[in-house]
């Protein structure tokens, strides 16, 4: 089998209490119409039949492991449609429900399942998404703030001095461990005997978080907010679970959610760091129509290429600029430990050199992938000599970019002097795309494949622009009278509207959206304007909106960003504003009336003041095309601690979430769509995604555990084949 079950003792349990198994083939009364290459059936239990409950069909005949989900419908019914040819393992999951017996199978047969009802609350729990029981963390009380780090802790003198000011700057930081991992699953909510013997859950929770290569940052993190006070809740969450305490229960996919497909192939390695994973152009969904998907490892400094039509995967090295080695390049995670990781002892798993993140195909084919492959140090062309160097020098940039021709298999590099993150693609004559230069505080990037295409010139062909506050209003950057806003992006987008450029800044409570117009001469005729979500501000009392991450805009020209730290999905039109021109804009919280907060469908924190959700959204994403069949301009976001993406109707406030139950611990740092084939209706379009998760050990199943590639389907109804 792919994954070792974690909940056997469970299910053997629940067994106990179904006096027999109905699975096998179908009586004529429950069969559904199948073709030769579907499973189709009704999910029966000691309840009658289950309704919104996952139907999965999982094999290893295949090159690489291969499993397709789907929904029972009201009746209970289900079709698995288009199996590849192999004997594949059936079983149940659902909320309420505990993992049925696996029935064997190959496509073509009726297959009769039974269900297994939960013998306990405790034992359903053991399905919730890790958003639900990190819910039941209780948060410090608003009386408490500000918190201050102890005086007697020794830190770098040059790091901020630490401490939160308020509750909802307390809950974002917490929040923020979820950039690697969930809070909430099997191996974070309880204290692991493996890690040792300690008097209490706060000794442990003490050592535990000191464990492997992050430790360093992680006991950085709660000393700056007050780390007493921070094991102290974390001891408190873990021994509630341990005395039996329980989330509530999500709901079952409900309407159109039980149309959802997906299909799952096992890309990579154990230790791998998938970061983004494309397979078209964001300008074009038709690009690279049933090609394969292309994910890259943050890692190992590699891609892994999925054919999805032949289920085989194959390892492409990225390259390394000539006279370059891999020690050359600065490691991401730090190569020391204070304590040996749970998993891996004193091995030091992530190496992370290579700093590689796909960030989609050009309209010709190419995919553009950020990667680190020389050191930090720029050449003199980015301090000066030409335009942009001149207005504005860069002295270091530790990513660059490579083109990747999936036809040839070659790679071209292109040495930007700015260093790269997130990229958007822009609508022009020049296929622009724009760069949130991370690291690099005050800029965005940009390269015009065009120009490169014609000249292989990197400085004819790339540029960049100063993110600063305007201070003397003349409309360009002047080092002497002018401030930079002291703002990295992280998620970047374009507006179609204007030909502004958007990025998400993460940093200090409450982060910002921050727009540059390149305007008619960049660089001197760029513009920036900042706006903070709505924080503790009196035109919009009782919101508190931190952290924008995502950034994407829909063809009207509306931005969407996830607020990651208060779990919102936000909508911000500049229109709106009432304050457009002077001095006065200068106040990142002068455009409230212009942002709405869509809370999330996911539970609460305890004792949370305000914006409580305990769910985690890495990026978001607008399906400007209707790829996927939920409407043109549809915003999402990933639900990166709930096993899911998620969809909003903002006309109606209603969410729709695509969830993926097995294996759990599905983390999505990213997502997009393609059209393979215009012509056949929901079986030729759909959304992709991975399981991007720094610690793949963490998902079900535990150490040697590998991500997958997810492809998402939305079909007209549950039987549809």
């Not at 690279?288 to 190992?300: H, K, Q, V």
């Not at 001469?521 to 709505?534: A, K, M, Q, S």
Request: proline share 8%; charged share 15%; hydrophobic share 35%.
């Amino acid at each position: 089998m792919k994954y070792s079950h974690q909940p056997k003792a469970l299910f053997f349990a629940g067994l106990l209490m179904a006096l027999s198994s109905q699975s096998g083939i179908a009586a004529e009364s429950t069969a559904v119409p199948i073709d030769e290459d579907d499973i189709g059936g009704v999910v029966t239990s000691a309840n009658g039949p289950e309704a919104g409950v996952w139907v999965i069909a999982e094999t290893s005949d295949l090159p690489t492991g291969f499993s397709k989900t789907v929904v029972t419908d009201d009746q209970g019914r289900y079709v698995i449609p288009d199996l590849p040819d192999a004997n594949y393992e059936v079983f149940v999951r659902g909320y309420g429900l505990v993992e049925s017996q696996h029935v064997s199978a190959v496509p073509g047969q009726q297959l009769a399942l039974t269900a297994v009802v939960a013998p306990s609350a405790a034992a359903a729990a053991e399905y919730y998404p890790a958003s639900y029981w990190n819910a039941l963390i209780e948060l410090p009380d608003p009386s408490e703030f500000p918190i201050l780090p102890p005086t007697n802790v020794a830190r770098n003198p040059n790091a901020p001095a630490g401490g939160v000011e308020t509750q909802a700057e307390y809950k974002a930081t917490i929040q923020g461990c979820m950039i690697c991992h969930q809070i909430g699953t099997k191996i974070t909510r309880e204290i692991n005997p493996a890690m040792g013997q300690f008097g209490s859950s706060l000794e442990a929770w003490n050592h535990r978080i000191r464990m492997g290569q992050s430790g360093n940052n992680m006991l950085g993190t709660i000393t700056r907010i007050g780390r007493d006070r921070t094991l102290q809740m974390y001891a408190d969450w873990t021994d509630r679970i341990a005395a039996g305490e329980l989330p509530q229960a999500p709901p079952r996919p409900q309407g159109e959610e039980r149309n959802v497909v997906i299909t799952q192939w096992d890309i990579a390695t154990p230790v791998s760091f998938l970061h983004d994973m494309y397979g078209t152009s964001p300008l074009n969904p038709n690009v690279n129509a049933n090609g394969e998907m292309i994910a890259t490892d943050f890692n190992l400094g590699v891609m892994w290429v999925l054919d999805p039509n032949q289920h085989t995967v194959e390892r492409v090295e990225l390259p390394l600029a000539p006279g370059v080695e891999l020690a050359d390049i600065n490691t991401f995670s730090p190569q020391t430990m204070e304590f040996p990781s749970l998993y891996w002892g004193d091995t030091l798993v992530a190496q992370e050199r290579g700093h590689s993140e796909i960030q989609g195909f050009l309209p010709d084919g190419r995919a553009l992938v950020n990667h680190s492959f020389r050191g930090a140090g720029n050449p003199e062309r980015c301090t000066s000599g030409n335009e942009f160097a001149d207005f504005f020098p860069i002295e270091r940039a530790s990513r660059q970019q490579v083109l990747y021709d999936p036809e040839t298999g070659e790679f071209e590099l292109i040495d930007t002097c700015f260093n790269t993150h997130h990229a958007v693609f822009a609508e022009d004559a020049d296929g622009t795309i724009y760069q949130a230069a991370l690291g690099l505080q005050n800029a965005i990037g940009w390269f015009k494949p065009r120009i490169w295409d014609e000249t292989h010139d990197v400085t004819a062909s790339s540029g960049w622009c100063p993110a600063y506050n305007d201070i003397n209003q003349n409309g360009t950057y002047d080092a002497d009278a002018d401030e930079l806003v002291g703002m990295n992006g992280y998620f970047i987008s374009w507006n179609p509207q204007d030909g502004s450029v958007w990025y998400a800044y993460t940093g200090n409570d409450p982060g910002a959206m921050v727009r540059i117009h390149p305007g008619s001469n960049p660089p001197l005729t760029c513009t920036t304007e900042v706006y903070e979500p709505p924080y503790y501000n009196e035109k919009m009392p009782g919101e508190a909106g931190t952290l924008p991450r995502g950034s994407a805009l829909d063809r009207n020209g509306i931005v969407w960003t996830n607020l990651a730290g208060s779990g919102h999905l936000a909508s911000f039109d500049r229109n709106l504003c009432e304050i457009q021109f002077g001095p006065e804009k200068l106040d990142p919280q002068h455009c409230p009336e212009g942002w709405t907060l869509h809370p999330l469908p996911t539970p609460n924190m305890k004792n949370a003041e305000v914006s409580g959700s305990a769910d985690f959204m890495y990026s978001s994403w607008v399906d400007q095309f209707n790829v996927f069949g939920l409407g043109a301009n549809t915003p999402w976001v990933t639900g990166t601690a709930s096993d899911s993406l998620m969809a909003l109707d903002p006309e109606t406030e209603e969410w729709f979430v695509m969830r993926v139950p097995y294996p759990m611990g599905f983390f999505t740092r990213s997502m997009g769509a393609r059209v393979d084939n215009p012509y056949i209706g929901w079986k030729g379009r759909a959304i992709w995604a991975a399981n991007e998760v720094r610690n793949p050990w963490h998902i079900e199943g535990g150490a040697g555990m590998t991500p997958t590639a997810a492809k998402f389907q939305l079909r007209p109804n549950p039987l549809a084949h």
